[in-house]
């Protein structure tokens, strides 16, 4: 299964692209994927108008949001996910329920510059898993598989134990499948080019992940 | 073999998610009044594809959980019938439950309110057996509660 364009039937650009995932992994994991876009843009401080929007989404979210969130079928099928990879999604948090237990915490979806707040702003609005990396330091398509022995992941000590879920390019892993990024892969002061992923689990929508990438690449093309 | 128990593995995650998905709703109609604990303890620190064992072990703890988070229901709808048909009475016979205050919390309604037994015209009432139930007024307003805190914090 190779890398291609996503058909982008709404007329969204850029429209993104589908990166494979293990034929042993999609056996056991029908439904997971993972696709992502490629937008120019470098690390920094986000501009007044997307932290007004945090401000605002910041607004539109309470406690009861976050309580209910796990009802909510996208919430839902990511912490199904994570069970059925081993994690606890009340200790490992999926991307949405982390943010929405940040917000609680802190008061508001504190800034964190970019990319960061984009990632933020369509992981709440849409509850997509988003990731970030350094488009020009990725070699080739993203892929989901199990880690080989003896691979590692850049910035952490020893090697990652054999069978565990990442996303990689063409060389090397990249990344936890949730979890921590590879400092070689990770957007960085040097970044000129973020590449967005997000991954998709059983349950989701692929118009809800195409939605995300959207509105990650809008907020940072207009940034 | 591998055929089956692929299968195997596949039914179970497909319990997990219904599971997950009953115990997500019980966390949710538990809120506020009680705090489920949802909690079932990773078997990987790391993400990865699972044996039967494991999801085994995944959906008998979710299985659990949901099953104390109904009992723990229980006992709390059972408590607050109690709490209110208490109250009822209290309500009805005010001087029969001297003292007495329950809460809104207590009969399982949001909000801060709470019904107290209490004399009427203080000692005199105490004395002369006049009691009455009051009713709170309420959750104190946020901007009551800043002027508090502006005071302290203008106070030496």
């Known amino acids: ?54 401000h ?54 504190k800034t964190r510059g970019l990319p960061a707040d984009a990632l933020t702003i369509a992981t709440i609005e849409t509850g997509i898993a988003l990731r970030a990396f350094d488009a020009e330091r990725l070699e080739g398509a993203l892929c989901i598989r199990d880690s080989a022995p003896g691979e590692s992941l850049a910035g952490r000590p020893g090697e990652l134990s054999h069978g ?22 990770g957007v960085g002061r040097g970044t000129r080019r973020i590449a967005i ?27 | 073999m591998d055929g089956d128990e692929q299968l195997a593995r596949a039914e179970l995650r497909r319990q997990i998610g219904r599971l997950e998905a009953q115990l ?36 008998d703890s979710l ?19 109690r709490n209110r048909e208490l109250l009822e009475r209290m309500l009805d016979a005010p001087a029969e439950h001297k003292w007495l205050r329950i809460s809104r919390t207590d009969v399982g309604e949001p909000g801060c309110g709470h019904w107290h037994s209490r004399p009427r015209l203080g000692p005199l009432g105490m004395l002369m057996g006049w009691w009455r139930v009051r009713v709170s007024s ?7 509660l800043a002027a508090v805190e502006r005071e302290r914090q203008e106070s030496p």
Request: hydrophobic content about 40%.
């Open chain 1, 1 to 54: 299964m190779g890398a291609g364009a996503a058909d982008s039937e709404l007329g969204w650009e850029p429209s993104s692209t589908f990166g494979w995932v293990a034929p042993h992994v999609s056996a056991e994991f029908p439904g997971l994927g993972i696709s992502w876009i490629e937008v120019d843009g470098k690390p920094g401080r986000s501009p007044e108008p997307v932290e007004r929007r945090l």
């Open chain 1, 56 to 109: 605002e989404t910041s607004n539109r979210f309470y406690g009861a949001h976050a309580i209910h969130l796990r009802e909510r079928p996208i919430p839902w099928a990511y912490r199904v996910f994570f069970r059925q990879i081993g994690l606890d999604p009340d200790r490992t948090r999926t991307p949405v329920e982390q943010l929405a237990l940040d917000r609680l915490q802190d008061g508001g979806f």
């Open chain 1, 164 to 185: 565990t879920l990442v996303i990689a390019d063409e060389q090397a892993p990249a990344g936890l499948l949730f979890g921590a990024t590879g400092e070689d892969r």
């Open chain 1, 197 to 223: 992923a997000a991954v998709q689990v059983d349950g989701v929508p692929q118009i809800a992940v195409d939605e995300a990438l959207w509105m990650v690449a809008a907020t940072l093309e207009a940034a």
């Open chain 2, 24 to 59: 997500g709703s019980l966390f949710a109609d538990a809120f506020p009044r009680l705090r489920i604990d949802a909690g079932v303890a990773a078997v990987s620190s790391e993400p990865r594809a699972l044996g039967l064992g494991d999801l085994e072990a995944i959906r």
């Open chain 2, 63 to 81: 299985a659990t959980r949901i099953g104390a988070a109904r009992r723990q229901l229980q006992e709390r709808a059972e408590l607050e019938t």
């Open chain 2, 138 to 144: 309420g959750c104190p307003l946020s901007g009551r």
